[in-house]
């Protein structure tokens, strides 16, 4: 992986000419977990989805710029609620799909290892149906550090698990993702004060810094200062709503 | 369980059959019983194998090559908007056209011979195939297309790894449509003028009164039709377990 990138948004995005997010300037700090929290339908995805390259349906004004200048689309890595793995590919198969949509030969051994990381090694010809949607979402975990890319752009990647599984799915992401240019796009404020080194809040009206808890990421569950971090993003939503 | 019920459902059609005709007392060139029926059968058990064979040999290339010709197009269609824009509306247009309609100019063109019958059975089944498959490779879930996005992936690779898999139930589905069709693409080419096939075998026979041989041609096709079917529903199984809704 090459050094990671800080990344900048700068620009203001409408639908049909409704403005969809006021004019906004968004940076994820490089090499860092930046939390974009927000409601519904505030266009929070979309941001994501114009740092990927996504077609968003929505026309943008604005920049999207890394600090070391270079184009951003090719190297970032995508992962979404959906864990979007293909049904009838084997967890090998999903895992290396990257290598083999550019028509690449996958690294046998980092693919071992990685799987090894995720705690799959016993799944690896098994087909997504045979797992759980945990061990599935880690699939796609697995998929997105085969990319080996440093910018990583997360579209709430945990909310479809349940508790108890998004708590360590949460911590894994965390670990494994160090060092990488992370932004986690979320609805839920106890995952931004959990994960982010940088925690901002999407409004219809722009973008507000929230401090984040000093404890180191990942935060731990029962941290006071994350709780109360956690309370304080609720409260501003609420206030947006 | 299920061969039961089916074997009963026979078993009743017959009693009904042979019912109808105790209770009418119909001459046997109009409505013969099957007990007639299974005579003649058997008697000329060697002209129908004969005939079938030819039958058979008509669906079963034209299934092929139609299916073939539909896969093919689909896959072109998929892949550019220019010939969806273009050529989906002539394909929708021809369909429109009573295929049978054609059947006189193809002998016409193709001569007496097999040709003809197949190109009949490929007529018929080129649009259900190309039409499905066509449907499933547009509807690939729009998650997988931008991941495969992110991943730089190029168009044919993306074809080939996703989309196409993603569409082969929809694939299958044309296929089980092109073997109901089929039989009928090839008979009714035989009717229009053949020497040979179930088909011809059948004018034949009413033409001469034999109605029984007649009623023994229809029930060969009858059961050649619905043992292509479960042939191709078994062929086709593995195709639908795919399909990205499932998992």
Not at chain 1, 206 to 225: E, K, Q, S
Not at chain 2, 179 to 193: K, L, M, N, R, S
């Amino acid at each position: 992986m090459s050094r990671a990138p800080g990344v900048t948004l700068e620009g203001s995005a409408s639908i049909d000419g409704a403005p969809l997010f006021a004019p906004l300037r968004l940076t994820l700090p490089a090499g860092r977990w930046t939390c974009l929290l927000g409601g519904s339908g505030v266009g929070k995805s979309t941001v994501l989805r114009l740092i990927c390259g996504l077609p968003t349906g929505a026309s943008f004004d604005g920049t999207i710029t890394a600090t070391d200048t270079r184009p951003i689309p090719e190297r970032v890595a995508y992962m979404a609620q959906d864990d979007l793995l293909l049904p009838w590919a084997s967890v090998t198969d999903n895992i290396r799909l990257g290598a083999r949509l550019r028509g690449q030969r996958a690294d046998a051994d980092r693919l071992a290892h990685i799987l090894a990381r995720v705690g799959l090694s016993g799944h690896a010809q098994k087909k997504p149906g045979a797992l759980s949607g945990g061990q599935r979402q880690r699939v796609a975990l697995a998929r997105t550090l085969m990319e080996d890319k440093p910018i990583i752009l997360l579209d709430e990647p945990f909310s479809a698990l349940d508790a108890q599984t998004r708590a360590a799915m949460q911590e894994l992401a965390a670990d494994l993702l160090q060092g990488r240019t992370v932004l986690v796009v979320t609805h839920d404020p106890a995952e931004a004060a959990r994960l982010g080194h940088a925690i901002v809040v999407l409004t219809p009206k722009g973008v507000t810094d929230c401090p984040p808890p000093a404890a180191p990421v990942p935060r731990p569950v029962d941290d006071l200062d994350t709780l109360r971090c956690q309370a304080e993003l609720l409260r501003r939503l609420r206030d947006a709503a | 369980m299920k061969y039961g019920s089916a074997f009963l459902a026979i078993g009743f059609a017959l009693l009904l059959w042979q019912g109808i005709v105790t209770l009418t007392g119909l001459p046997k060139f109009i409505l013969p019983g099957p007990r007639l029926v299974a005579e003649s059968w058997w008697t000329n058990r060697a002209l129908i194998a004969e005939h079938t064979l030819i039958t058979a040999m008509e669906v079963l290339i034209g299934l092929v090559i139609g299916t073939a010709l539909g896969i093919a197009s689909a896959i072109y269609l998929a892949s550019s908007r220019v010939a969806r824009l273009v050529i989906q509306p002539i394909l929708v247009f021809t369909q429109a056209l009573p295929v049978f309609a054609l059947a006189p100019i193809l002998t016409l063109w193709l001569g007496f011979g097999l040709g003809s019958k197949i190109a009949m059975a490929v007529l018929i089944i080129y649009f259900p195939v190309t039409s499905s498959f066509c449907d499933g490779l547009m509807r690939t879930p729009r998650g997988l297309l931008d991941l495969a996005q992110t991943m730089q992936a190029g168009h044919w690779r993306t074809l080939r790894l996703i989309r196409i898999p993603a569409a082969l139930p929809s694939l299958a589905s044309g296929i089980r449509l092109a073997a109901v069709y089929a039989p009928i693409g090839a008979v009714i080419g035989e009717w229009v003028g053949a020497s040979r096939g179930l088909g011809y075998l059948m004018l034949l026979a009413n033409g001469r009164a034999k109605t029984d041989l007649m009623f023994a041609a229809l029930l060969t096709l009858g059961v050649f039709a619905v043992l292509l079917h479960l042939a191709v529903h078994l062929a086709t199984r593995r195709l639908s377990g795919s399909s990205p809704d499932r998992a």
